[in-house]
């Protein structure tokens, strides 16, 4: 038996955008330990790019902005299996054709769209397919770290609404089952839908020199610290975001970067 017990267990994926996000590590890290892998995409051209990703597993689509696609999930996911032992939100979205704005000057439109997608779906979906959970299921997002960056945009107090959620939603699902919730807060990362956000490379680096190692923050960490939550190993933590940054939130006065800042003013 291996550490994490998941062999045969099923879990749903969503947010498999690519070999490079988060959702792919830890689906091929479940796979890899014996589980079987469920995956929703936004659209059907997303269909065979998840399928050559993972061959041997169905892919379902579901765009979370669909009321109706949220509403027939659970009876498109039956009819591959009859049973949920865990769920990866890993959904995010923000508008930032126009360049990162002030908080302030943020687009209502915006705001709404990216609230749907990057935090509100968790609730919506969970709620959707709650009858296919297994009694002691496990639910995990993809939050951030608590840096705060104001180069997130506006998608960084949806995320911190994301955090919020969690444990509103776990108090919730506890008055019917034994279903944890909990969120990863991970550091800055060497994503593809990171690189879609302005500067994000300058702060990739800041950050790497924030982290007690000296070295980045790897996307395999990241998924590794998931597949652990959405185990039965990690039965006694729920309602929690768990920060995963290698030691960035420790740092923010690391010394050589304060003399680098304090040379060139």
């Not at 049973?83 to 302030?104: C, M, Q, Y």
């Not at 960490?221 to 185990?231: G, I, P």
């Not at 768990?242 to 740092?251: E, F, Q």
């Amino acid at each position: 038996m291996n550490f994490l017990d998941i062999s045969n267990k099923t879990f749903l994926i969503a947010g498999v955008a690519n070999k490079k996000s988060v959702a792919y590590f830890s689906a091929r890290t479940l796979i890899e330990n014996g589980a079987h892998c469920l995956f929703t995409v936004q659209s059907e051209s997303q269909l065979e790019q998840v399928k050559k990703l993972f061959p041997n597993s169905h892919a379902i689509v579901c765009d979370v902005e669909k009321k109706e696609h949220i509403q027939d999930l659970a009876d498109k996911i039956k009819t591959h299996v009859d049973r949920i032992d865990g769920f990866l939100h890993s959904l995010a979205f923000a508008n930032f054709a126009e360049g990162i704005k002030p908080f302030h000057e943020t687009k209502r439109e915006d705001y709404l769209q990216a609230a749907q997608i990057s935090s509100f779906s968790l609730a919506e979906v969970t709620n959707a397919i709650k009858d296919l959970f297994t009694p002691e299921a496990s639910i995990v997002t993809i939050s951030i770290s608590n840096t705060k960056a104001t180069s997130y945009g506006y998608l960084g107090p949806i995320k911190a609404m994301l955090d919020a959620t969690v444990p509103f939603l776990a108090k919730s699902l506890s008055s019917f089952s034994k279903i944890r919730v909990n969120a990863v807060g991970a550091g800055p990362l060497k994503t593809s839908a990171s690189a879609g956000i302005p500067d994000y490379i300058d702060n990739y680096l800041y950050a790497e020199e924030l982290t007690l190692r000296k070295a980045a923050l790897e996307t395999q960490e990241v998924a590794n610290t998931v597949c652990f939550l959405l185990s039965p190993k990690s039965s006694g933590i729920n309602a929690t975001t768990v920060l995963v940054d290698a030691g960035m939130c420790a740092n923010y006065f690391d010394q050589n970067v304060v003399k680098t800042f304090t040379k060139n003013k």
